[in-house]
């Protein structure tokens, strides 16, 4: 029995072979992309074809056969090499899609797969109601636009089974890194679209520098975990109210608790629990509210939700040099934690960089079971809470201009912190 499996384990092990092709894309600086896919087996050329617009007119724009290749690429140890071409010329606001093809010496298509890429403006900075919905096409199209230079995770998964996702901007292989996180609170939805719009303006400025050196340059050293959505079916809740959850369970407790009447200003998750009042430091159940609430109700336990757990697990994962938290609304910074002097410096080092480019002020002593006061108290990561818009609570979409000035460099002027 034991001869037999060994005959069998055996020959599958050195037929090893790669016959899939997944290719990628990444645009390059002006009108050109990058085509990549990696090796396959027994291929002796290897075909790019783009169309525009639709999937019908593709047209061969480069062709790479074994020379070009080499001999060496076929060696196991190597068998996913990948190969690349770049090709323009492309224009904006156009759709593109793309098919490589490996053909055997004979000509005949062994392997093939295609992908798309729009060449315009992916985010949207008009739209009020940023939704869970347009992030997860954003992150898509991004993904599918810059293939190199972002990786996407999934790291947890809400209670009504929307996906909380971390992009990694830059080399997600670096030795250092800081973690972005977003709409926490679920009312302060206007942080997603600021994080996810930041992202795609240094993606589509790769090349182009910043105090001095390129973006390409200070992500490749300290990538960046944007969590654009920590808490997605909140941000559903106040912009759809009680119908956009799916659960049929939930939405007959959610109709129930504290703030049913008025779901716009909701701020907790579809378990009525407020993420940014859940964590372990000066944690304390608050009997009160223990049905759950639009707000304030941090649960029973800390760390209990599948969110604050994600972020939990995040942060144990890729232990940051620093982590901001983005809040709406007041124009100010949270970064006085009460910590020891040596971890307080340290905090407003980083909430002094984010004041200097911003202009929002300081607000005072902070001691709830925030996740920054958490980070900063407990887990002695720098960590500060930057509260962008005005007046009011979801802030309207025509901030969006002052607060994207304000907060701009925000993002690579930290990760250039550490590098
Ligand atoms: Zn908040």
């Known amino acids: 029995m034991v001869l037999l499996l060994l005959m069998l384990l055996v020959p599958c092990k050195i037929s090893f072979a790669v016959t899939d092709l997944t290719v990628e894309t990444t645009k390059q600086p002006k009108d050109r992309v990058e085509v990549a896919w990696n090796v396959v087996d027994g291929a002796t050329q290897y075909q790019v074809l783009m169309s525009e617009g639709n999937k019908d007119n593709y047209k061969v724009k480069a062709t790479l056969s074994s020379e070009n290749v080499g001999a060496n690429a076929y060696a196991e140890e190597i068998a996913m090499e990948r190969l690349?071409?770049?090709?323009?010329?492309?224009?904006?606001?156009?759709?593109?899609?793309?098919?490589?093809?490996?053909?055997?010496?004979?000509?005949?298509?062994?392997?093939?797969?295609?992908?798309?890429?729009?060449?315009?403006?992916?985010?949207?900075?008009?739209?009020?109601?940023?939704?869970?919905?347009?992030?997860?096409?954003?992150?898509?199209?991004?993904?599918k636009k810059y293939a190199d230079y972002i990786e996407v995770n999934?790291?947890?998964?809400?209670?009504?089974?929307?996906?909380?996702?971390?992009?990694?901007?830059?080399?997600?292989?670096?030795?250092?890194?800081?973690?972005?996180?977003?709409?926490?609170?679920?009312?302060?939805?206007?942080?997603?679209?600021?994080?996810?719009?930041?992202?795609?303006?240094?993606?589509?400025?790769?090349?182009?520098?910043?105090?001095?050196?390129?973006?390409?340059?200070?992500?490749?050293?300290?990538?960046?975990?944007?969590?654009?959505?920590?808490?997605?079916?909140?941000?559903?809740?106040?912009?759809?109210?009680?119908?956009?959850?799916?659960?049929?369970?939930?939405?007959?407790?959610?109709?129930?608790?504290?703030?049913?009447?008025?779901?716009?200003?909701?701020?907790?998750?579809?378990?009525?629990?407020?993420?940014?009042?859940?964590?372990?430091?000066?944690?304390?159940?608050?009997?009160?509210?223990?049905?759950?609430?639009?707000?304030?109700?941090?649960?029973?336990?800390?760390?209990?939700?599948?969110?604050?757990?994600?972020?939990?697990?995040?942060?144990?994962?890729v232990n940051p040099k620093a982590v901001v938290n983005y809040h709406a609304m007041g124009n100010v910074i949270y970064c006085n934690y009460g910590a020891s002097k040596k971890m307080q410096k340290k905090v407003y080092q980083l909430s002094g960089e984010i004041r200097s480019l911003t202009g929002y002020s300081y607000m005072g002593l902070d001691q709830t079971p925030g996740f920054a006061n958490w980070l900063v108290c407990k887990k002695g990561i720098p960590s500060c809470t930057v509260e962008i818009g005005m007046h009011t609570t979801p802030v309207p979409i025509s901030q969006f201009k002052t607060v994207w000035k304000q907060n701009k460099n925000v993002m690579v002027a930290v990760a250039k912190m550490y590098d």
């Open 84 to 143: 690349s071409a770049t090709i323009g010329s492309i224009s904006k606001k156009k759709q593109y899609y793309f098919l490589v093809q490996a053909l055997s010496a004979d000509g005949a298509v062994i392997a093939q797969d295609t992908t798309d890429l729009y060449n315009g403006d992916i985010v949207s900075t008009t739209k009020q109601k940023y939704s869970y919905a347009d992030m997860k096409k954003d992150i898509k199209q991004l993904e």
């Open 154 to 317: 999934i790291i947890g998964t809400t209670v009504d089974k929307r996906n909380i996702y971390d992009v990694i901007l830059g080399n997600p292989n670096a030795e250092k890194c800081v973690v972005f996180q977003a709409s926490i609170h679920a009312r302060e939805y206007m942080t997603s679209q600021l994080v996810m719009e930041q992202m795609e303006y240094y993606l589509d400025n790769y090349n182009k520098k910043y105090d001095g050196k390129t973006y390409k340059k200070i992500f490749d050293e300290v990538c960046v975990h944007v969590v654009a959505m920590s808490n997605p079916d909140g941000v559903t809740i106040s912009q759809q109210g009680f119908g956009g959850i799916r659960s049929t369970v939930l939405r007959k407790k959610l109709k129930k608790m504290r703030g049913a009447n008025n779901t716009t200003v909701w701020k907790a998750n579809a378990r009525g629990v407020d993420l940014n009042r859940q964590f372990n430091y000066r944690f304390k159940y608050v009997k009160k509210w223990k049905k759950g609430s639009y707000a304030m109700y941090g649960g029973r336990n800390p760390v209990s939700e599948n969110e604050s757990k994600s972020l939990v697990k995040l942060v144990n994962d």
